[in-house]
């Protein structure tokens, strides 16, 4: 599968687009500073929305997005320096995963784009 990332999303498959939208999650959730914002969020629809917009970002089809995610990060008040940081976890835990680095920086661009940054 191919689309507007450079990377074929089908390498990391749904569940693996997934688990790495978990460990990001966790990863914000575990920092002191960005774990406040997380409060009173409904985690499993911003997850299903970041999966879809990484989805997206990786070459993946577009499928139904709404709203842009980074937009959502951007709704919960996050300073530019917090966003940033929230896509530098993104960017480790795709490289973790062994995503190449042209498809970790589509990645990053996809939600630093969104945010208007």
Known sequence: MTG?????VGALGPA???DAV???LRLVAA????????VGVDRARLAGH????LTVALGGPAGDIARPAAGAWRGLGLTEAQHRRVVDYLA???AALGVPAGAVAAARRA????AGS
């Open 16 to 18: 693996g687009v997934r």
């Open 92 to 94: 480790g835990v795709l």
């Open 4 to 8: 507007l990332g450079a990377y074929p």
């Open 50 to 53: 970041l999966a879809l917009t």
């Open 111 to 114: 939600f630093a784009d969104e």
């Open 22 to 24: 978990a460990r990001w």
């Open 31 to 38: 920092d002191a500073e960005l774990a406040p914002y997380l």
